[in-house]
Each structure stands twice: as C-alpha cells, then as structure tokens.
C-alpha cells in the first residue's frame, strides 16, 4: 500500500537556522499539505498545495516559511529562520476526495 | 470558520465495553467528517469517513446534521483500540482538515 514518506524523523537546529522538512507524497495525489502539532496540542493546519501552487494558507504560515515541489516526487517545508516555538511535530499529508493520507511525521526540536 | 470539538481529552473503559467517542463540529457549509486514529509512535491513519457510512475494525460513526455531530462508537472495545482518536473536518474545496483536540482512548483488560 503507498505511503507518504518523510524525511528526516528528527530534527534538531539551533535558534536561527534553517531548516527544510522532506516529504514524498502518495504518487497519483494531486493535494498536498502540511500541518504541525506542538506537543500537547491538536494537529494544526499550514498550507495546502495543489497545481504547483498554494491554495491556502494559515496565520501560522508566515513569511518564515516556504513550500516547494521542486520536482515531481518531492513536497518540501522550509522555515527561514527557526524560532524556539517552532518546535513541533510536522505532517506531511497528501490527499484525493476519498481523505487526506498522512506521514509519520519530523519531530522537529529547535534549540 | 470551521471547528470541532472533541470534549473529552481522556476516556477510560474496560475490553468488551461499548465505548463512544464524542465529536461535534461547526462549519456553515457541507461538511466532510473524518475519523483518524494514531496508535503509539505510529502516524495518523484514516480510521473513517462520513460518505463511505462503513465499518471499520468495529467503528461506526453517524454525522447528525441536527446535532453537528460524528460520535464515533464501537460496541464492545478491545485492548488494541487503546490510542488516540481525532475527529477532523473536511472543505470540499481543497480538501483542508481542521482537527479536534483528540480523545485518548485506554481499553483496560
């Protein structure tokens, strides 16, 4: 059964930097997203993508961050410039009328 | 703006109770509802949609426009129902989720 897959489980950056999360969707979706969850909090959304493009976006999804398709597997998340509330677990998801399918996840722990 | 809310954070049974898990939502246009369940240190997996009205690993849930509601229910609970359930509703347009807070459910033996 496909999957969406990402890359890395774990991050760790330093205050600052920047970081990009990797994500490679279901193959025939045409929907993707990110949403992030602060520990202990619910599952939140970021941005949705779709025809090489955003569809939507979050207050959440500022300046700071960026998305990309950069070729034709690959659905990327860059955040410029990391801040201590960054810190969260990022969900790549793709979807098709029948539900959206999620990845395991990147832990992401800025420092 | 859509909501959902899930009001119990913690719910606690014993295997072979029923067990349902409470989800009412707000959204002005037509709603898609969803179920997802996350096992431990495992991803969020679709446990349910409103439209396909299936059962799945014993789960049913109903939406009740007049209520705003998708509880979710199964009527006798096994140990490996034990983990975290959200609720999330769906815009047709883009296809967008707006979650709940989530519910986690331990089936005790």
């Known amino acids: 059964e496909p999957e969406v897959t990402q890359t890395p489980s774990h991050q760790v950056t330093q205050m600052g930097q920047e970081v990009i999360l990797r994500c490679v969707p279901i193959s025939n979706h045409l929907y993707f997203y990110w949403y992030r969850q602060i520990l202990g909090q619910k599952v939140e959304f970021l941005v949705s993508f779709y025809n090489n493009e955003i569809s939507e976006k979050s207050e959440i999804f500022d300046d700071q961050f960026s998305v990309e398709r950069p070729d034709g597997s690959n659905f990327t998340l860059k955040i410029r410039s990391t801040k201590l509330e960054d810190s969260a677990m990022y969900f790549c998801?793709?979807?098709?009328?029948?539900?959206?399918?999620f990845g395991q996840g990147t832990r992401l722990t800025v420092v | 703006a859509q909501r959902v809310t899930q009001p119990e954070k913690l719910l606690s049974v014993f295997k072979g109770a029923p067990v349902e898990l409470k989800c009412n939502y707000s959204y002005s246009g037509s709603p898609e509802l969803f179920w997802y369940v996350q096992y431990s240190r495992q991803r969020l997996q679709l446990l349910l949609r409103h439209i396909s009205r299936e059962s799945i690993k014993g789960f049913t849930a109903d939406l009740n426009k007049g209520e705003t509601s998708f509880h979710l229910k199964k009527p006798f609970a096994q140990e490996e129902d034990s983990a975290m359930y959200y609720c999330a509703l769906g815009i047709r347009s883009n296809y967008k989720l707006t979650f709940g807070k989530g519910t986690l459910l331990t089936v005790n033996p």
């Open positions: 998801a793709s979807s098709t009328s029948n539900g959206a399918f």
